[in-house]
């Protein structure tokens, strides 16, 4: 008697999560976006998160507490300006996996692009608060690559799940979350 109403308990709110995703889903669907190739979900796929943002300011103070530098080649920080390098709009848990990978490794870290404009688009971008890049430094590169899984075309996956992949300059990091803060 008691797993029968269970059931019913649980099959009933299955479907009310369901139903209001499905809503959620539909009402909050703009038109088509590009996805990033690293990680498209399936189209029937319910994907809601809630994404904390952080201004720049926010953000290069915890940048400063952590040790990590930043750097931009027009000595800037205005978002729209893609000689700058700016923070306005980055995703909290960006900033956390970036003070993970500093505290992991102990190794200089400087920051050479964060959410400003000029960098490609997708919904992991850099101006949608997924992406740092990071100065080549030896230590940092040999933490990359020593610790974390080679998945091929000069790009490393930690095992939380963000992508370190190795441009001609710099390193170039998707963090899908914090990296374990």
């Known amino acids: 008697m008691r797993t029968g109403r269970f059931r019913t308990a649980v099959v009933a709110a299955a479907a009310a999560l369901f139903t209001i995703a499905g809503a959620t889903s539909a009402a909050a669907a703009p038109g088509p976006s590009h996805q990033d190739a ?5 189209a029937e796929t319910p994907v809601t998160a809630l994404v904390t943002k952080l201004s720049h300011s926010e953000a290069a103070a915890r940048f400063r507490a952590a040790g ?8 800037c920080s205005n978002r729209y300006n893609s000689t700058c390098t700016s923070f ?3 995703n909290l848990t960006t900033v ?8 992991a490794t102990g190794c ?3 920051i050479t692009g964060g959410t400003e404009t000029g960098h490609a688009s ?3 971008s850099h101006w949608n608060g997924y992406k740092l ?3 080549l430094y030896s230590c940092l590169g040999n933490y990359i690559r020593n610790t974390f899984a080679y998945i091929g075309g000069n790009k490393w996956r930690s095992g939380s799940g963000n992508i370190y992949y190795l441009e001609s300059n710099h390193w170039d990091v998707t963090y899908y979350n914090c990296g374990g803060c």
């Open 96 to 103: 956390q996996g970036a003070e993970t990978l500093k505290r």
């Open 133 to 135: 890049d990071y100065s």
């Open 38 to 42: 690293v990680f498209q979900p399936a």
């Open 122 to 124: 997708g919904t992991y």
């Open 68 to 75: 990590i530098t930043w750097s931009s080649s027009g000595n």
């Open 88 to 90: 306005d709009q980055i």
């Open 108 to 110: 200089a870290m400087n």
